[in-house]
């Protein structure tokens, strides 16, 4: 039998996150990203289909290397406009007991001290469920409205988020102590100061020498997500990351990151299990097999392959526009996700060339990941399947039309794989970290992040 599936839902604050084109769609309701209600429906939504949580992806810059310009994603609503991700998790907090909140934020662009201290406030008033995607950025745009030429180099940019999570493991655990709050009204001490601690950073990038502003939250530090599937990206993701996001078409290629990504956790002195493995996936689903493929007969009518040339370009860091729909993607080398060329320069499903019609096509539905169309039991099959082949522990599911897509799921998907019994029926009780690991609220002794306690430094 199949183990556990874990579903985490892929969203963000903007009106075409990954599907392109389908904001038009009449069933489509990411119009309402400005709605708090927007936010706290879909919150509630997730909670009653026990997921894990939900993941909010960000950009800081518009996609604008297909074509050289950023007006394809401008006329596309290509993650643009887009508004912050961090401000909607306190009202979803707010409707919710168990749902987790993945954020995404950069370690480019703003300085780890004051990005501590927000962080420790979402985990504070999420009584410790929330989670941190780390991203070393990859728009070229986002660099130069910064005050910058362009990017780092891929791997320089990770060289500096190494130093970026330091700095906030130092602040996290190493500051105070958990007992520093006395909160003694009749000495008049609410911190007592022996107990709190510089942290005296000084590296390559960063000069930190004080403490950490805010008191401990309960988890200290938020779980640590990561996306990245290069290398480099593997190296950081096993040394820091609780929880890693992938995307690939086929089961053969995700089945090959899993493994890499397990083989480099236990060569960092890590359990192979300690992070869960989420792949992207976009589910398609109604009550029968064939109103499932009407739907995605109907959804297909709106699709724009402008819009998924423009985020594959980003994505890629390679000017799409400037290749034949016809022609393979070849060897190309990408200063943005490199992950996503790789992926695109392996085999598709039909065991031939990805072109970059095909991209333009399959990606215009569910972005990088692949698709399920089908009843629920028939996407329950196939969950199980890749599960089962890949060894991944769940998928971070994207949406064609929200909320709509995510209802399905909850309908149609969850009470098939409840009834098979490899899909919780309750929450674990516990912060975020407890839920996913099961082993306490605080960062595990062999995570890179335990040697800054406070207690052993």
Same mark, same amino acid.
């Given at each position: ?50 997921? %894990? ?28 406009? =887009? ?71 891929? %791997?320089?940019? &990770? ?9 906030? &493991? ?11 709050? =006395? ?7 609410? !911190? ?56 690939? @078409? ?27 493995? &989420?792949?992207? +996936? ?16 109907? &959804?297909?009518?709106? =699709? @724009? ?33 490199? @992950?996503? =060329? ?12 990805? !072109? ?34 890949? %060894? ?24 098939? +794989? ?36 406070? @207690?052993?430094?």
């Amino acid at each position: 039998m199949s183990r556990q599936i874990r579903f985490n839902a892929f969203d963000m604050n903007c009106v075409a996150h990954q599907s392109s084109g389908l904001w038009r769609h009449p069933q489509d309701q990411a119009y309402r990203y400005k709605e708090i209600g927007y936010w706290t429906e879909l919150a509630k939504l997730l909670e009653r289909g026990r997921f %894990d949580g939900i993941f909010i992806a960000d950009v800081l810059g518009t996609y604008d290397v297909y074509g050289g310009t950023n007006e394809a994603a401008i006329r596309n609503g290509a993650q643009v406009p =887009v508004a912050d991700p961090l401000l909607v998790i306190p009202p979803m907090a707010y409707v919710t007991e168990n749902l987790g909140f993945g954020v995404t934020a950069g370690t480019a662009y703003e300085h780890p001290y004051p990005f501590a201290r927000r962080m420790s406030t979402l985990d504070h008033l999420t009584n410790g469920r929330v989670g941190w995607n780390v991203v070393t950025g990859y728009l070229p745009s986002a660099a130069r409205n910064m005050g910058a030429d362009d990017q780092l180099e891929h %791997d320089d940019r &990770y060289d500096h988020a190494d130093e970026y999570l330091e700095v906030l &493991y130092k602040l996290w655990e190493g500051s105070w102590e958990d007992d520093a709050v =006395v909160r003694d009204t009749e000495k008049g001490v609410f !911190t007592d100061p022996a107990k709190v601690h510089e942290i005296g950073h000084e590296g390559r990038f960063f000069k930190v020498p004080g403490i950490h502003i805010s008191e401990p939250s309960p988890q200290r530090t938020p779980v640590i997500y990561q996306a990245g599937a290069s290398s480099r990206g593997v190296k950081f993701a096993a040394e820091n990351a609780e929880a890693i996001f992938i995307a690939g @078409s086929t089961k053969e290629v995700v089945a090959g990151v899993v493994t890499k990504l397990r083989d480099a956790l236990e060569a960092a002195g890590r359990d192979r299990y300690a992070a869960k493995i &989420y792949t992207l +996936l976009t589910v398609i689903t109604d009550e029968t097999p064939e109103k499932a493929q009407a739907k995605f007969a109907d &959804y297909r009518r709106y =699709v @724009s392959e402008e819009g998924a040339l423009t985020f594959m370009s980003g994505w890629m860091g390679v000017d799409l526009s400037t290749y034949g729909l016809d022609e393979p993607i070849g060897n190309v080398k990408s200063n943005a996700i490199q @992950s996503t =060329v790789a992926n695109f320069q392996a085999k598709n499903s039909e065991g031939r060339e990805w !072109t970059v019609g095909d991209i333009a096509r399959e990606g215009a539905i569910g972005g990088l990941g692949p698709y399920f169309v089908g009843s629920g039991e028939q996407v329950a099959d196939e969950l199980q399947a890749w599960v089962d082949e890949t %060894d991944v522990d769940g998928f971070n599911l994207a949406y064609v039309v929200t909320p709509g897509t995510f209802e399905d799921i909850v309908e149609y998907v969850v009470p098939v +794989l409840q009834a098979r019994g490899v899909y919780p029926t309750e929450y674990e009780p516990g912060t975020l970290r407890q839920k996913l690991h099961g082993k306490g609220d605080r960062l595990p002794a062999e995570h890179r992040g335990a040697q800054y306690k406070v @207690s052993t430094r």
